[in-house]
């Protein structure tokens, strides 16, 4: 990779002094670039900064990027304009990667909100000055905000890439944590679930006064994490008070937690080593202390 550039430097000065590119692949159409002059003109200088590189072996000074704008001021009869300027040396190449750079990594407007922004202008000039096409302003008239709300959310998407040993495991677990769930035909046809998912948020957003539906997914997970106790329907006979199936159950789903206090775990730990200790309960099955707190210890419960 080529080596850092030195930070530009804010120089002010006469923009017809600077030196265009003579091919550039950034095209401003006819109607945009005149709303750009009037802008400029209205406002009585630039409001964005062009890129120039200062030849130190010719003495020039090259636009690599913001040509249109300094053409505009021009046009505009500005006789000062800032800019950045870069003095290191640079080879054609990265020359080129600079410009292209700057034109292409520009970002992209959120439709949602560039509509809500738009629809805030109430000034046919100020609407003018903005230099949204016909295009544009079309594509915002079909735009639903409260659909879209969601679209500048940040995320990433993460793959869980299995070998052979751990996909084993893997189903193994997944198999194991269908068992803690009641029958249902629609575990594994997800799609039947799609409506009942979209009422479950719309729901919540309504109660919270929420428009983001991920924080309004999140209100449920955390509804979900208060109710861990009514998971024992999954496994527990309530009325014979005796489990309706075999196989494990979650821990979490008996005290309706998944953490408790420290000093609290702490004299638990305690207690199961005692019992331990003590030949009541196997080292390497310390969850049968619950037997024994439960005055079970002398049944029989292995399958």
Same mark, same amino acid.
């Given at each position: 990779m080529t080596e850092k550039l030195s930070p530009p430097a804010y120089v002010e000065g006469d923009p017809?002094?600077?030196?265009?590119?003579?091919?550039?692949?950034? =095209? $401003?159409? /006819?109607?945009? =670039?005149?709303?750009?002059?009037?802008?400029?003109?209205? +406002?009585?200088? $630039?409001?964005?900064t062009p890129l120039v590189w200062h030849d130190a072996e010719s003495g020039? #000074?090259?636009?690599?990027?913001?040509? /249109?704008?300094?053409?505009?001021?021009?046009? !505009?009869?500005?006789?000062?304009?800032?800019?950045?300027?870069?003095?290191d040396p640079l080879p054609r190449q990265r020359?080129?990667?600079?410009?292209?750079?700057?034109?292409?990594?520009?970002? @992209? +407007?959120?439709?949602?909100?560039?509509?809500?922004?738009?629809?805030?202008?109430?000034?046919?000039?100020?609407? @003018?000055?903005? !230099?949204?096409?016909?295009?544009?302003?079309?594509?915002?008239?079909k735009v639903d905000v409260e659909s879209l709300a969601e679209a500048n959310l940040d995320f990433a998407t993460i793959t869980i890439v299995f070998l052979p040993d751990e996909l084993k495991r893997a189903e193994a677990a997944l198999d194991e944590a269908k068992k803690t769930a009641t029958a249902?035909? #629609?575990?594994?046809?997800?799609?039947?679930?799609?409506?009942?998912?979209?009422?479950?948020?719309?729901?919540t957003r309504d109660a919270y006064k929420i428009g983001n539906s991920a924080t309004a997914f999140g209100v449920i997970l955390a509804t979900f994490e208060r109710h861990l106790a009514e998971l024992t329907d999954g496994w527990y006979d309530a009325e014979?008070?005796?489990?309706?199936?075999k196989g494990t159950a979650p821990i979490e789903t008996i005290f309706g937690v998944r953490k408790i206090p420290t000093a609290v775990a702490a004299a638990v730990r305690k207690s199961i080593e005692d019992l331990i200790r003590a030949g009541d309960v196997p080292e390497g099955e310390p969850w049968r202390a619950l037997e024994v707190w439960a005055g079970a210890a002398g049944e029989d419960t292995t399958e």
């Open positions: 017809r002094e600077l030196t265009l590119l003579d091919l550039n692949a950034r =095209f $401003l159409p /006819h109607e945009q =670039f005149r709303q750009l002059v009037e802008n400029i003109t209205q +406002d009585g200088c $630039l409001t964005s020039a #000074r090259i636009v690599l990027s913001g040509n /249109h704008r300094t053409m505009a001021a021009i046009e !505009a009869g500005l006789t000062r304009i800032g800019w950045l300027e870069i003095t020359q080129i990667a600079l410009q292209l750079s700057h034109n292409a990594i520009s970002g @992209q +407007d959120d439709p949602a909100i560039l509509k809500e922004l738009y629809e805030e202008l109430e000034s046919v000039e100020w609407r @003018q000055y903005t !230099a949204l096409d016909d295009q544009v302003l079309n594509l915002l008239e249902d035909a #629609r575990w594994g046809v997800a799609l039947t679930q799609y409506d009942d998912v979209l009422n479950a948020l719309e729901t014979a008070q005796t489990a309706s199936r």
